[in-house]
T-cell receptor, first 115, second 113 residues
């Protein structure tokens, strides 16, 4: 059972371009969470999705950011018109259910650099 | 709202000596709490979790943590540090009634020979 797979591991974008980050959850997991880690900081919750539905997007910036988790395929975090401040590590986690005692398994992250 | 505060941003110990990483929580009720570890350029791994069953929780790699309600603390300890323990450690509390995790700022542990 492969773990949570994120790709690409590293992504470089010029200001104004779009960034697409992909996350394939563990087999059997239908709950996906995205977190952002700025340099020298802890992870900050962005969005929680369950197959085809956004459950909680309270941590998502209001503009330029969107997330989806289609019926088939990976979850996608999309950042339009990237700016330098978007440079960070983006982590995806998955779990088999939404219970707060259920372990969430993390991917290795995508490190986005905006130049 | 739940939150956690990690009291030390950096901790440095010698190999073979005890490790203490401090975490205080803020919650209006007895929360569940986790410790995660992040090795350089890696994802996060769950070390241990407290879910109100027992106040002393044992985790992987010899780590353990004790939930103390009177002190609102959940400190992480290990009797003897190993070089491979060098990493970033996060105290975490779930929020929202599901697996939305609130992370502390992290403590970077350095282990010297």
């Amino acid at each position: 059972n492969a773990g949570v797979m994120q790709n690409p591991r590293h992504l470089v974008r010029r200001r104004g371009q779009e960034a697409r980050l992909r996350c394939s959850p563990m087999k059997g997991h239908s709950h996906v969470y995205w977190y952002r880690q700025l340099p020298e900081e802890g992870l900050k919750f962005m969005v929680y999705l369950q197959k085809e539905n956004i459950i909680d997007e309270s941590g998502m910036p209001k503009e330029r950011f969107s997330a989806e988790f289609p019926k088939e395929g990976p979850s996608i975090l999309r950042i339009q018109q990237v700016v330098r401040g978007d440079s960070a590590a983006y982590f995806c986690a998955s779990s088999p259910d939404r219970g707060m005692y259920t372990e969430a398994f993390f991917g290795q992250g995508t490190r986005l650099t905006v130049v | 709202a739940q939150s956690v505060t990690q009291l030390d941003s950096h901790v440095s110990v010698s190999e073979g000596t005890p490790v203490l990483l401090r975490c205080n929580y803020s919650s209006s009720y007895s929360p569940s709490l986790f410790w995660y570890v992040q090795h350089p350029n890696k994802g996060l791994q769950l070390l241990l979790k407290y879910t109100s069953a027992a106040t002393l929780v044992k985790g992987i790699n010899g780590f353990e943590a004790e939930f103390k309600k009177s002190e609102t603390s959940f400190h992480l300890t290990k009797p003897s540090a190993h070089m491979s323990d060098a990493a970033e450690y996060f105290c975490v509390v779930p929020s929202g009634g599901y697996n939305k995790l609130i992370f502390g700022a992290g403590t970077r542990l350095a282990v010297h020979p």
